[in-house]
């Protein structure tokens, strides 16, 4: 897994926040989170694939959404893993005005990631994982699932 502040630069990081806050959500059968998300198409898709290049992320973005988790949506709580092999997810945080709505992941151990603003985590698929409920407030995130011919896969293949 790899983490990086300040992941958009402040204009685009403002305007996918706006976003997220007015998007419409689609609601989720019997308050479980399946992924409540709007996705993003457009000149605001365009800027953030822009940003993922300028950080080696050149897979074909398969989703990109912002979404929103509030006490009401039940998260699940058993530790998952995304899609197929050889496929990225990219979780960039948009704020932190909540309680709870912790990024854990298992390696050896538990690890939890606190959201900050502006700090995305880019992980493989076989990264067990999930998102602890929100108990106040709204956790905001913008998602994405990139295509086998990204980063952090070509990283960790070698020639031989």
């Known amino acids: ?18 976003y997220a806050e007015q998007s419409t959500y689609r609601e989720v059968e019997d308050n479980i989170y399946n992924f409540k998300g709007n996705n993003i198409q457009g000149e605001l898709k ?3 694939e822009q940003t993922f290049r300028q950080y080696g992320l050149k897979g074909l973005i398969s989703i990109l959404r ?12 058993a530790y998952h893993r995304h899609g197929e092999m050889d496929r990225e ?3 960039c945080f948009l704020n932190d005005n909540f309680t709870g709505g912790e990024f854990e992941y298992l390696v050896e151990d538990n690890v939890q990631v606190k959201p900050t603003p502006n700090t995305a985590i880019v992980f493989g698929p076989t990264l067990r994982h999930r998102v602890l409920p929100v108990t106040e407030g709204v956790r905001y995130t913008l998602v994405a699932f990139l295509e086998e011919s990204s980063y952090l896969n070509k990283q960790e293949k070698s020639l031989i």
Do not use: A
């Open 1 to 18: 897994m790899k983490t990086y502040k300040q992941f958009l630069t402040p204009k685009l990081f403002k305007e996918v926040y706006e």
């Open 46 to 48: 365009d800027n953030i």
């Open 66 to 77: 912002v979404q929103q988790i509030d006490p009401t949506i039940q998260v699940v709580t």
């Open 89 to 91: 997810n990219v979780v």
